[in-house]
Each structure stands twice: as structure tokens, then as C-alpha cells.
């Protein structure tokens, strides 16, 4: 069983070959090297129609992979009642009438068996999040260190289930914890002491919500912008993208053109994708072009217009 928990004796994991070098550029570069990293997958601008049984299978194989079961699931609805949910109920729900289930909840939470306090749930073995309303999106990460090779069919299959108009597979230290960034909280959990988010990576986080969930006033209107309009949510060592991404403007070329001239990863054909691998040494100089061309929303912030709640 994977342990949720860190050493008692307050040491660290070591990563390796210097796992920090791919999450560097969303924290603080005076980051301590030697942080424990989860494997993370975020799938973003998820179809609104996707299957129930079919994600409820997803997640039981990738809990069971790992030596786990979710056997809690965390509801989140705009009622005061919040139903309580199992995998099981889940099933006879999607069974009964699917798309009635999947509109009785705007968040779903699986965490394997022992989640106690909320401080605890920063550190998960294994977590899976599922959000159906603006960004609608669905994450899963494993306090595991996976290679990219296996972390690549991992990618794949979830965006199978999801039909997301963006995925990405990525590391990410536990001390800022996996899940803190998927719902975009920059506040260390109580406690933790190595490392800190610097002002600017700060920002980024508000960034993408402003641009994604709250909304950005221009002229009295409010705007939102998410990857299905062709934008990103950062630079990450594995993009699942489409031709909306690639074709956008970067300079005088495409964005595909520009990883190839300036030797920011290979991008491979995957089906009606393209998944670009960035190496970790050009993930900041990839951040760097998607920042100055407009195509990060987590770089997104426009002069002039206001943001507001």
C-alpha cells in the first residue's frame, strides 16, 4: 500500500534524475531539488457528455494499479444537502438515468480508504477529481514517480474516456500538493515548511481562475476562455493538444513551426492529436513563447480590464 503520509523521520524522498527540473518554472526556482514529486494528469475542457461507468471503470483500474480502492467519494452540489455517494451508488445512478446523476453534482472527489482531516487530503496515495462546471476538467495523480513512457498510455486512455480539448501529464512536488494546484490554491498546507510560492508563480494560479471560473470583465461583459478556444493552462513536459493549439499565432509562424525552430520537444500524431513532449531543460523557454504569444491562460492577465467576482 502507498503511504499517504510523510517519513516520520522528516526526510525527504529523493527524485529521480532531478524530477525537480520539470515543475521548476510553475513554483519557485529556490525550491529545494530534493522534493518528493506525484505523477499528475489534468484533463481539460472535458465533454460534457462523457460516460459515468465507463470514468467509474477508469478510476477502479488506476486506484487497483496502485494498490488502492476509492472508497470515498466527496460530492459537490449547489444544494444544502449533499447526497452521499459510493462507487456503487454511482453506477445504479448512471444505470437508472445518467444524465440526471451526472447533473446532481458539479465536483466528484475519489480517495482511497483512511482520508481524515483536510490537512491529510494535500498528500493522497492516490486521488482523482472529476469537475463538470466551469472548467469542467478531471485530474488524477499517484504519489508515485512514473516515467514518461508510462505515463504517456495513461494520458491517452483518459483523454479516450474524457474527450478533454487539452490533457497533460506532469510532476509536481507534494509539499505544494497536487491537488492545491488542480483547484488553484497557493497556500502551503499547515505544517509544511520546505519551500514557499514566490509572488509571481502566485499569480499564475489567479490568472487561470480569473480567465477560467470567475471571468474577466471587458465593456460590461463577461468573458471566459478556456482550452477549448485553443488556449493552454501552462508548460508541461507532456501536451496532449489539437490543431486548434498548434495552428495558434506565435510570431511570424504557427506554434507548431516555433517548437520545431527553436527545439522545444518533438510532437507526435495521436489519433486527431498532437502530443507534444517538452524536455525538461525548454520547459521554461516554452512557457516563455506560450506566455508572449497569448496561449497560456495561467500568463493571461490583459492590461486595462478588469477582474472581478
Known sequence: MLSANPPEDGTERHLKGSRATHFMHLINESVPA???????????????????????????????????????????????????????????????????????????????????????????????????????????????????TDLVPILLRGDEVFRSCAAYGFWFPERFSPLGYFWGISVEPAGRQNGAWDTQKGRRLSHWRDNTDIGIVSDSERRFFGSCDGYVRDAYPLMLVDQRHMRRNAGCNTLAEQVKKHRLGEIEAVGGKRLWRVPPDKLAAAQKLLDDNDITLSGRRLEGVRYQN
Open 34 to 148: 530534493h522534493l518528493a514529486a506525484a505523477t499528475c494528469i489534468y484533463f481539460d475542457g472535458i465533454a460534457a457528455d462523457y460516460c459515468i461507468p465507463e470514468m467509474l471503470d477508469l478510476i477502479e483500474g488506476w486506484f487497483a494499479t496502485y494498490e488502492s480502492k476509492p472508497r470515498v467519494v466527496l460530492v459537490g452540489t449547489d444544494e444544502k444537502r449533499v447526497p452521499r455517494y459510493t462507487v456503487k451508488s454511482l453506477r445504479i445512478g448512471a444505470a437508472t438515468d445518467e444524465a440526471a446523476l451526472r447533473r446532481s453534482f458539479n465536483t466528484l472527489q475519489f480517495f482511497p480508504k483512511g482520508r481524515t482531516t483536510i490537512d491529510d487530503t494535500w498528500r493522497p496515495s492516490v486521488y482523482f477529481a472529476v469537475k463538470t462546471r466551469r472548467p469542467a476538467s478531471a485530474f488524477f495523480c499517484v504519489n508515485v514517480d512514473l516515467e514518461a
